[in-house]
């Protein structure tokens, strides 16, 4: 299949590389997906290349409309270069579970997965603050107005920087093993381990002021205790 | 400091390219802390460029020895230039928690995340049997010796990588927030909401055949009950 040949089973890849190659049953291009995999992250990989070569770097993220915001020091040598309107490859995985299959070849694994192309392009001065304050309320809804917001000199030394989705695909698995007809009545379990990324019990920082503990600690607590 | 410094508070980073420069007490060059992180890993995420541009592509891993592994079909672009010696950055990381703080500045993330850079080499034909039982094993031990082996046509469309962990970094963060002396009096809970990658109940694929369960799926489902 020739690369300029972006069709796919699910719709149309937005570019030549966000085309799903690998199992392409599996690639989607609706925003919809997209969008649901990455409002489910609290970080990605971010892969980029300078003059030592390619690197592989894990950082916070999150989503307003149809762009996704990283952010850090100005220090970061990732930082600065994606500023300079380096070109990246961000992606972004759950892993859902292990597929267990009958024979050896047939295992795999669960997961959604989003890869986004692109450059970024640097938040201004005057809107970093509500950048920011977006990124706090995507980790623990309405925390931004609680917290000491940060002053000139912290939100001058971050930069916060957004990637346009313009160029994104998806890929999921999920279901049990595609075994081959004749290794079905094999006597070996199959199936799925299933795997979450799951909250566990709130550790608080010493005594908290006051007695209430906000919604989200309290909400988090309880999906801890399931 | 230097490109060409390599020390560092926890030790000595293997080369520049390893030396972990944000934050670098969270960067970590002994082999007991990488072997940890990889080992509690079923994938990576693999970044190498082509003419395209920089990819960074989420795949399954396993560690024996001195060497991290991966696999797939014959026909994957990142496995035939990976097997052509591209020079790649591997990176593995684990979320175990948001960090929330007193001031929106201070939030943060606690992880432990492995880097590797350099490249892979080809896992030779009459090594890939094993290699790949060692895959099954890491998923589910003892599994290797239940499932039906891969026929000859199967390996031979395999692909079995291994990169060498010579040159390879951690960086692990862990505790409470870091908060400013003037902030820790604010009328605001702060601490850590943890996360952990959790195993949920096995879904078999269909009536198993006989009636044990193997250990691996046992033991996930007390997990899961937890």
Chains 1, 2 share one sequence.
Not at 47 to 65: K, Q
Request: charged share 25%; proline share 5%; net charge neutral.
């Amino acid at each position: 299949m020739s690369d300029i040949d972006t069709a796919s089973v699910n719709g149309k890849a937005p570019s030549p590389r966000t085309r799903v190659r690998r199992i392409a049953e599996r690639g989607h291009y609706d925003r919809d997906k997209l969008y649901a995999i990455l409002d489910a992250a609290y970080l990605c990989h971010v892969a980029f290349a300078d003059e030592h070569g390619v690197h592989c770097i894990p950082t916070a993220c999150w989503r307003e409309g149809d762009h996704l915001y990283i952010h850090g020091s100005n220090g970061s040598r990732m930082l600065r270069l994606a500023a300079e309107g380096a070109q990246v490859c961000v992606t972004i995985t759950h892993l859902d579970g292990l597929v267990l299959a009958r024979s050896a070849f047939h295992h795999s694994m669960n997961y959604r997965s989003a890869m986004i192309y692109g450059a970024f392009e640097v938040v201004a001065a005057d809107r970093k603050a509500a950048a920011l304050d977006a990124f706090l309320d995507h980790i623990a809804r309405g925390r931004a107005h609680e917290v000491r917001a940060g002053d000139r000199n912290e939100l001058a030394a971050t930069t916060v920087l957004r990637l346009p989705l313009d160029e994104a695909a998806a890929k999921i698995r999920t279901g049990g093993p595609k075994d081959d007809e004749a290794d079905l009545g094999r006597a070996v379990w199959a199936g799925v381990l299933p795997l979450a990324l799951t909250p566990l019990a709130p550790e608080p920082d010493g005594t908290p002021p006051g007695d209430a503990a906000p919604d989200y600690v309290t909400a988090w607590a309880r999906r801890a205790g399931r």
